[in-house]
Each structure stands twice: as structure tokens, then as C-alpha cells.
């Protein structure tokens, strides 16, 4: 089978996230570049004057040109929104119309192709920003039926799928978590396990204490399904440190850290995955992503799209936000934002630009990925490409 290729020259700044390809640098940069894909495959990296002859050709015109963004934590399978919920958050006025247990009603009444064509609608948006790998999540359904149908419907957009039956406890169990979380680990686990790789679990006070999340994990590991944690995010908990116990893919949000939890995430390969579009959204503390990097744990970087605490698909508003209000550097926080979310889905094909990886591309409409960051809020990417084959 006779594959194209396609050469992209004159690249100002190439990241490559591999240092042995660049200037030593974790970004690996490369600059006055050219990449060339062959088929859905990065066939070559290097300067633009020795690139080879191919069938097609692409003038970056001094842009810069990334991997890709690697989203690796989302909730796209909901119906409704919380319009409401949030102005009256940011207007200062009490409000209690139920939170998560409002989206779990209205994507309860939803019809399955209403909740693909809205999946479909938030990936087209993150796609046309640079996100070319994501993970998205059930958890607003919380019955056998509504969380396998959500399952089904993300496996339809993406491979990485998790099962998060364990976000809340429904009303119709609000007086009987034990029997909820048996429901979970069994006939919900049973039903939905065929169509996630990750099971994830919302550890933390009004949710599921350490025991229930523990009690969860496990069975999905029985199962087969790879654990992720939702750690730390309204206070200190044991989330963080359960998930390095178990091996976690990732620690999700690890807003409240103590010693303990660093020490554990920098001895472990569990992936620290901040979220600042929460903390954004809801006028919370920020994760102190500088304690977290020196501390030696990997950090990604990830939307957290959902409707009721932060509601963007915007990877490049995240980068600019990790290192305005975060402590991260703009070199840190692009990494994060790719290399750093494909650690945290387990993925060595995706977050970088070397030879054997996805072709995963986005050019910018700068010079450098600081523009990220220097510039918030512009619209930056000028052309994507997701396995070789130019998307935006």
C-alpha cells in the first residue's frame, strides 16, 4: 500500500518533546524546522534545509508547529447546561438547584443522539484549538442503563474511554450509599466494563470516602479497567495517595497537597493532571503546580470540560491560566498540556513529534508556543493535523 508524504518546512520553532531530536531541552526543540509525515506516521524531524523530497509540501512561513494537545480528562456525555448555577456563583448569590444531580437529570431524559451530536459539537470545538487525543468520562447517568449508554456513546468519539459511576451518589440511593456502592461494583461494573479502558472515582467528601473508592478501583482492575483518580480537589484527602497506592494512571485536580502527597506522587509514576479551568470557574485556590514539578511528579495539564465547574475545551487557555495564576513555565506548561496528558493516558504514540509517532500536528499562528501564554485568548491555531491527514 503506497502511503503519501508530506513535508512541513520553514517551522521557526519546532517542539518535539523528544531532548535526543532538539536542543536538549524536555521540549526538544528544533529550530528553522521541517517534520515530515508519511501515511499517519512522523517520519522525520529536522532542519528545514536538509528535509527530504516528498510528494506534498507545506510552508509553516516561520510559524511554530507542536504536538498536538493531549486532553486526558473531560465529561462530554451530559445534556443541559448551568447557566444559571454559574451566574449566580460569580454574581455572589446563593444557589441550590442541585449541582451534578441537575446535569444527571437532564442527560437521564436526553436521547442518545442528542448526547453524541453534543459530544460531537465539544470535540469539533477542541479539535479546531489543537486537541487531536482525549479522554472523556460517564458519571451523569449513575444507573446501569444511563452510565453504559454514555460508555457507548463516548467509545463512539474516542478510545479512551472512562467509567465514572462513582461521581455521585444518586438521589434514589441518598440514604443508602453501601447499597450504591455495591451497585457499582457489580451489576454497573458488570454492564459497563466492556466498552471503558479506565475506571475513575470521585474521592472526596460528599462523594466517596477512601474505603468506598478503594472498594471500586479494585473491582474495575478485576475487570480490567486502569484506575484513575478524582484526588484532592475541595480539601485534603486521601485521594492522592490511594491513587499512587494503586497504581493509578493519574491523580486528577491535587488542588490540596500535603507533604505526604507530594512525597508519594514524586516517588510514584502516578501523573499529577491539574485542571485549571475548575479552579477558573469556580473561584477556588489555585493547584500549586510549581510544589508539584519540583517536588519530581509529572504533570498534565487538562480541560476538565464539563458544564457545571469548567465549561471550556479551550487546551490553550488552560496553558495560558498554568502559567499565569499556577507557577508554571511556558515550556512546562505546553509539555504538560501534551506529553504530559499522553503520560497520563499511558500513550507513547501521542504528545510528541518523532519519528513513529501519531502525526499529531498544530501550527501555530506565532513564531514560538510562548505566544500560548504572552498572548490569552487569540486565536493562535492557523492548521491541525490528526494522523497525518490535515483536519483544521
Given at each position: 500500500?503506497?502511503?503519501?508524504t ?5 517551522i521557526?520553532?519546532?517542539v518535539t ?8 531541552t ?16 512522523i517520519?522525520w ?5 536538509e ?12 510559524r ?6 493531549v ?9 443541559g447546561?448551568?447557566t444559571?448555577?454559574?451566574?449566580a ?9 442541585g449541582?451534578i444531580?441537575?446535569?444527571?437529570a437532564?442527560?437521564?431524559e436526553a436521547?442518545d443522539?442528542?448526547?453524541?451530536a453534543n459530544?460531537?459539537?465539544?470535540l ?15 458519571g451523569?447517568g ?9 460508555l457507548?456513546i463516548?467509545?463512539?468519539?474516542t478510545?479512551?474511554v ?5 461521581h455521585?451518589v ?7 450509599p453501601a447499597?450504591?456502592v455495591?451497585l457499582?461494583t457489580g451489576?454497573m461494573?458488570?454492564?459497563c466494563a ?20 478503594r472498594?471500586?478501583?479494585t473491582?474495575?482492575?478485576a475487570?480490567?479497567?486502569h484506575p484513575r ?11 492522592v ?15 490540596h ?9 514524586g516517588?510514584?509514576?502516578t501523573?499529577?493532571?491539574l485542571?485549571p ?5 469556580t473561584?477556588a485556590?489555585?493547584?500549586d503546580a510549581?510544589?508539584?514539578l ?15 465547574s ?7 487557555f488552560?496553558?495560558?491560566?498554568a502559567?499565569r495564576d499556577m ?14 496528558g499522553a ?6 504514540d ?8 501519531r ?6 499562528d506565532a ?6 501564554a ?7 491555531v ?10 483544521v
Amino acid at each position: 500500500m503506497t502511503t503519501t508524504t508530506t513535508a512541513i518546512t520553514h517551522i521557526a520553532n519546532l517542539v518535539t518533546n523528544d531532548p535526543s531530536l532538539g536542543d536538549g531541552t524536555p521540549l526538544g526543540l528544533i529550530r528553522d524546522a521541517a517534520v515530515v509525515i508519511d501515511g499517519d506516521r512522523i517520519a522525520w524531524t529536522g532542519e528545514s534545509s536538509e528535509a527530504p523530497v516528498t510528494d506534498n509540501a507545506v510552508d509553516a512561513g516561520g510559524r511554530a508547529v507542536i504536538p498536538g494537545f493531549v486532553d486526558s480528562h473531560s465529561h462530554l456525555v451530559f445534556a443541559g447546561d448551568r447557566t444559571a448555577e454559574f451566574n449566580a456563583r460569580m454574581s455572589g448569590r446563593p444557589y441550590s438547584a442541585g449541582g451534578i444531580r441537575t446535569t444527571v437529570a437532564a442527560t437521564r431524559e436526553a436521547s442518545d443522539d442528542e448526547l453524541s451530536a453534543n459530544v460531537a459539537r465539544h470535540l469539533a470545538e477542541a479539535l479546531r484549538q489543537g486537541t487531536t487525543t482525549f479522554e472523556t468520562k460517564s458519571g451523569y447517568g449513575l444507573t446501569v442503563e444511563d452510565e453504559t449508554r454514555a460508555l457507548r456513546i463516548a467509545a463512539r468519539h474516542t478510545d479512551e474511554v472512562t467509567f465514572l459511576g462513582a461521581h455521585v451518589v444518586p438521589p434514589e440511593y441518598a440514604g443508602d450509599p453501601a447499597g450504591y456502592v455495591a451497585l457499582v461494583t457489580g451489576p454497573m461494573l458488570d454492564a459497563c466494563a466492556p466498552h471503558a479502558r479506565w475506571i475513575d472515582v470521585f474521592c472526596e467528601r460528599g462523594a466517596f470516602d477512601e474505603d468506598q473508592a478503594r472498594a471500586i478501583l479494585t473491582a474495575g482492575a478485576a475487570k480490567g479497567l486502569h484506575p484513575r483518580v478524582h484526588a484532592n480537589q475541595l480539601g485534603h484527602g486521601p485521594g492522592v495517595r490511594l491513587a499512587v497506592e494503586l497504581g493509578a494512571a493519574s491523580a486528577d485536580h491535587c488542588t490540596h497537597l500535603d507533604d505526604a502527597d507530594l512525597d508519594a506522587l514524586g516517588q510514584g509514576d502516578t501523573v499529577a493532571t491539574l485542571l485549571p479551568g475548575a479552579e477558573f470557574s469556580t473561584r477556588a485556590a489555585w493547584p500549586d503546580a510549581r510544589r508539584i514539578l519540583d517536588a519530581g511528579a509529572t504533570v498534565a495539564l487538562s480541560t476538565d470540560c464539563n458544564p457545571g465547574s469548567s465549561y471550556t475545551s479551550s487546551m490553550p487557555f488552560c496553558v495560558a491560566l498554568a502559567v499565569r495564576d499556577m507557577g508554571m513555565t511556558p515550556d512546562e506548561a505546553l509539555w504538560s498540556a501534551t506529553a504530559g496528558g499522553a503520560a497520563a493516558l499511558r500513550r507513547t504514540d501521542v504528545g510528541r513529534v518523532a519519528p513513529g509517532a501519531r502525526a499529531d500536528l498544530v501550527m501555530l499562528d506565532a513564531p514560538s508556543h510562548v505566544h500560548l501564554a504572552y498572548r490569552p485568548g487569540m486565536p493562535l491555531v492557523r492548521a491541525v493535523w490528526r494522523r497525518g491527514e490535515r483536519v483544521v
